[in-house]
């Protein structure tokens, strides 16, 4: 998984980048094996303090956005929203319809 961080008229210290690539980089656990580009950027807005990101993967991109009293809140809810997104995501392209059918193999009509 590549993580980008950006600020936007903010500056991205050592530390937030950190948090960023540690919390946002489980977002990895869905789709383990395969590319993935998350791009976040972090911007304030006085007084509340926004964190939006971008998920390129299995070539669906998904965005998201939060907004917190201070940036790690913000980091926080973004990372709960993309969780929910990706697993929804994932949840689609699995097959449901497992098991025997007369019209898989062949014998229907």
Avoid at 21 to 50: D, I, T
């Amino acid at each position: 998984m590549r993580i980008e961080t950006h600020g936007h008229q903010i500056e991205v210290t050592a530390a937030l980048r950190e948090y960023v690539e540690s919390k946002l980089g489980r977002l990895s656990r869905h789709f383990e094996g395969q590319h993935m580009n998350l791009r976040a950027q972090l911007s304030l807005e006085n007084p509340m303090h926004k964190a939006e990101a971008t998920v390129s993967v299995a070539g669906k991109t998904h965005h998201a956005f939060a907004t917190g009293v201070d940036m790690y809140a913000a980091i926080d809810l973004l990372y709960d929203k993309l969780d929910r997104v990706l697993g929804k995501h994932k949840g689609k392209l699995s097959d449901h319809h497992r098991g025997e059918n007369p019209v898989r193999d062949g014998s229907f009509g």
